[in-house]
């Protein structure tokens, strides 16, 4: 693993402890977790946008399959 370092105010720094306090956690293992998560959010923005700039112009192609008859 690869540490990162980065600086705070010592408020932020007793929060941030008094948050991994109360749920049992240490600072580090918070720390790591929300930042994996800050990246798996980042990564699914970027897909979702991908997707979306896949299916622009399709807009008459979507609104012919929503008005189908529904043939269950």
Excluded: N, Y
Excluded at 41 to 65: H, I, N, P, W, Y
């Amino acid at each position: 693993m690869t540490m990162l370092s980065f600086q705070v105010s010592k408020d932020v720094e007793r929060k941030v402890a008094d948050i991994a306090a109360e749920s049992g956690r240490t600072v580090e293992d918070l720390l790591s977790d929300m930042t994996a998560r800050m990246v798996r959010d980042f990564e699914a923005r970027q897909t979702f946008e991908a997707m979306s700039e896949r299916g622009r112009g399709d807009v008459d192609k979507a609104l012919d399959l929503l008005r189908k008859p529904d043939r269950s």
